[in-house]
């Protein structure tokens, strides 16, 4: 009985401009998800990347960071237009010593 032949695929597999492309959806978008179905990358294969190569990882660190950066900038933009329930909880999270619920302040946390 003979099995059918699989392909291996590697961490090493996407081409470094495949990479890179990634690496941009994902600032652009903060989904994994989106990032690879717009290089055309299966989602696992970038996780086994991201643990194969340390450059990799900080790249992708880089992007999540500078799309949570555009995240809070919208949020703070929604916020001065007079989302009070978002200016409250960016208030908190931002200065929690001062906007903080009373027993946060109160217990250090």
Not at 44 to 64: C, E, I, S
Not at 70 to 79: E, G, T, Y
Not at 95 to 101: A, H, I, L, N, T
Request: net charge positive; glycine share 6%; proline share 5%.
């Amino acid at each position: 009985m003979s099995h059918p032949i699989r392909r291996r695929v590697t961490a090493a597999s996407p081409t470094p401009d495949k990479l890179a492309t990634f690496l941009r959806h994902l600032e652009e978008s903060g989904s994994v998800s989106l990032a690879a179905e717009r290089t055309g990358i299966a989602r696992n294969t970038v996780y086994l990347r991201r643990k194969a190569d340390p450059a990799f990882a900080l790249g992708w660190r880089n992007a999540v960071d500078l799309a949570a950066e555009a995240l809070r900038d919208a949020a703070i933009a929604r916020a001065h237009a007079g989302d009070d329930c978002l200016l409250m909880f960016l208030l908190r999270t931002l200065r929690p010593e001062v906007y903080g619920r009373a027993r946060d302040r109160i217990s250090g946390q």
